[in-house]
């Protein structure tokens, strides 16, 4: 079993900065991408940030420039530093990651619950 929790989030104003956080733990062998997405009532899930292994970053078009991804190995944890906020970044914020587990064969996407991000105008 693999759990991935995140913390952080909540309401703030537009122009504001947040923080969110995801730890990851259960059997795990290795993780191999690690971040975030999100998705607003109404819309579609999409990518906002994303480690992959080897340490490159890929970044949403819309937050390049106001949000920083960055991930803790030690701890298997990831953090995304949120400035500028804008309302359009209201959404639940969930953690993902592609993990093999100890005693699996091929890596596996695994989601948590979500924090939520309030972005007031």
């Known amino acids: 079993q693999v759990q991935l929790v995140e913390s952080g989030g909540g309401l703030v104003q537009s122009g504001g900065s947040l923080s969110v956080s995801c730890e990851v733990s259960?059997?795990?062998?290795?993780?191999?991408?690690l971040g975030w997405y999100r998705q607003a009532p109404g819309k579609q899930r999409e990518l906002v940030a994303l480690?992959?292994?080897?340490?490159?970053?890929n970044y949403s078009d819309s937050v390049k420039g106001r949000f920083t991804i960055s991930r803790d190995n030690t701890k298997n944890a990831v953090h995304l530093q949120m400035n500028n906020l804008k309302p359009e970044d209201t959404a639940m914020y969930l953690c993902y990651g592609v993990i093999r587990t100890v005693g699996g064969t091929t890596p596996e996407p695994y989601w948590g619950q979500g924090t939520q991000v309030t972005v007031s105008s």
């Open positions: 259960g059997n795990i062998n290795r993780i191999y991408n």
């Open positions: 480690t992959i292994i080897g340490g490159s970053v």
